[in-house]
């Protein structure tokens, strides 16, 4: 039987509740257990697909084509255990099935309601999920939003039914909550009284209590908090400030025991503890030696979470490289006017620009712009989906020059539509969906810095896009030096393109963002910041 670990939060929202979730993850798969996770998000829309980076940051996308929650990149990064599509429920799915369910009747003319059949619909899910793996052991389940949160409700009271109908050695609720400092430096413990009592009221007594707080609680603190809350004073942890990086966070955990605890309550005996590759993670943490200064030139530049896995990734790639990888966020609205380019890219004296992907018009032409100055001044460039594409644009303006060479998504009548939809390509076989979506294969051309970085010519990654390089400019392409340097198997589509005579630059029209973990960067990130590590040290930064 699978066991079952609800993570819920309570007093207020961005406690860190995705990367507790997967540290503990971290620390149940250090004891040689096969971990699973599942996020449930309260919001209606059916998943993450259709909202806005700005409203709610990046959307993670899964081998399977689920446009998901970016705690599911969190998982990614901390965890092992595969994610797809049954790792991400929300109440848009939940209801979506069960009125479907109802419109088919096969509610069998009973009045449908939330309790039992919305509950029932979570759980079935929850249980499907845990079962995607037959070797699953536990199920970590976050439940987004906050205890009182009018639409977690039905989540919580799945969580209450399967702790009820599991046992409690088999089902645990470990409950995060915010421990604030006031004037004077002193902790309030109420709030958290309340988060749990509010958890209470919802049938649910906390087995373990994560306080969030400036710094480690002292025993006197977890012991009025354990007699308020009705949890032992052992399973009082404390998720304090570091100013290390999130990556410590499962080994301050572990440092608190809180694995052991855990294992205790779930009635699982492990002797055995590997962690080493989290500590080696943080040896090369503090090892490295000055810094690359990487330019990403994009359009959601405000909200740090719109990019993510993109930032994630970097840092990464600076643990692989040894150097500490400082993010310079550049719009590129202001680069549309070309005059203003080598000013503003010259006064970032960034080693590296990477292009992330994108969708609509505004700032493409900045990001055009950015391609070409890192092409023609020799900077290390990656381009990602949109970031390809920019540069596959770049090149049919500025060395074929066809001055209107655009994708058709921003300019439907140009006359040189260098990306464009399959369906607008001649000969093409159509591929159904509109959008290309989750892992493809691709096939590595030999002597490409693509080949360089991966070591091996089948390549697997993460698709989320319309446009495609279009095949008909590729002899013209091609013939002016442009490389292609990875497809599809048999050369249908374009997946990696590189530009001779250059430090390093390159663009992939998949997301590599989504697969590169602290413990194991990226390839194609690790060598691009190899590359601008190069370029620091001539300017003696690095
Ligand atoms: N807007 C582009 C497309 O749809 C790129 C998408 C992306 O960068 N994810 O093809």
């Keep these: 039987m699978n066991k079952y670990v609800f993570v819920s939060g309570g007093v207020c929202s961005s406690l860190g509740k995705g990367v507790a979730a997967s540290s503990l993850g971290v ?115 976050e439940i987004g939003g906050t205890v009182g949160d009018i639409e977690s409700i039905p989540f919580l009271e799945a969580a209450r039914q399967m702790i009820h109908e599991c046992g409690r050695t088999n089902a645990l609720s470990v409950h995060l909550t915010l421990i604030p400092e006031v004037a004077g430096g002193e902790l309030k413990t109420k709030p958290t009284q309340h988060s749990v009592k509010a958890m209470q009221e919802m049938g649910i007594q906390p087995d373990i209590l994560i306080c969030r707080a400036p710094a480690l609680l002292d025993e006197a603190t977890r012991r009025k908090i354990a007699l308020f809350c009705n949890v032992e004073t052992e399973a009082v942890f404390t998720s304090y400030n570091i100013p290390t990086t999130i990556y410590e966070i499962p080994l301050v955990f572990f440092d608190q025991k809180l694995d052991q605890v855990i294992l205790k309550k779930m009635g699982v005996e492990s002797r ?18 000055g810094e690359v200064r990487i330019g990403i030139v994009g359009k959601y530049m405000e909200l740090h979470d719109a990019y993510k896995s993109v930032y994630e990734a970097l840092f990464h790639a600076g643990l692989a490289c040894g150097v500490r990888v400082e993010l310079r966020k550049i719009d590129s609205t202001p680069l549309e006017d070309r005059s203003r380019v080598q000013n503003i890219l010259e006064a970032e004296s960034v080693d590296g620009i990477l292009v992330p992907g994108g969708f ?44 209107d060479a655009d994708s058709t998504e921003f300019n439907q009548d140009t006359r040189h539509p260098v990306v464009s939809l399959l369906e607008e390509q001649e000969d093409m076989v159509n591929y159904g969906a509109t959008m290309r979506l989750g892992k493809w294969e691709s096939v590595v051309e030999p002597g490409t810095l693509i080949l360089a970085a991966y070591g091996e010519s089948r390549i697997f ?59 194991a960067a990226h390839p194609l990130f690790r060598d691009f910041i190899a590359a601008a590590k190069e370029k620091a040290l001539a300017r003696g930064q690095s």
């Design 27 to 141: 620390l149940l798969e250090g004891r040689g257990l096969n971990v699973r996770m599942v996020k449930c998000d309260p919001y209606i829309n059916v998943d993450a697909g259709t909202m806005s980076p700005y409203q709610h940051g990046e959307v993670y996308v899964t081998d399977d084509g689920a446009e998901t929650d970016l705690d599911l990149g969190n998982y990614a990064r901390f965890t092992k255990g595969v994610l797809s599509r049954a790792n991400s429920i929300t109440t848009g799915q939940v209801y979506k099935s069960v009125i479907e369910k109802e419109r088919e009747g096969r509610y069998l003319g009973r009045c449908v309601q939330v309790i039992p059949h919305i509950t029932d619909e979570i759980k079935s899910r929850i249980t499907a999920a845990a079962k995607e793996d037959p070797d699953t052991d536990v199920v970590i389940v």
């Design 272 to 289: 055995h503890v590997d962690l080493g590759s989290w500590y080696s993670m943080m040896d090369r943490f503090r090892a490295q030696i």
């Design 461 to 519: 990654e993460r698709h989320r896009h319309r446009y495609e390089f279009s095949n008909i400019y590729r002899q013209e392409m091609t013939g002016t030096g442009l490389k292609i340097a990875a497809f599809t198997p048999g050369e249908a589509l374009v997946e990696c393109i590189e530009w001779p005579d250059h430090p390093w630059g390159l663009g992939v029209q998949f997301h590599p963002e989504f697969k590169s973990k602290p413990t």
């Design 360 to 403: 609509g018009q505004r700032g493409i032409n900045g990001m055009v712009n950015a391609a070409r100055w890192a092409r023609e001044n020799r900077v290390p460039y990656f381009g990602i989906c949109l970031g390809m594409q920019v540069m596959v644009i770049d090149w049919g303006r500025h060395v074929l020059g066809w001055e």
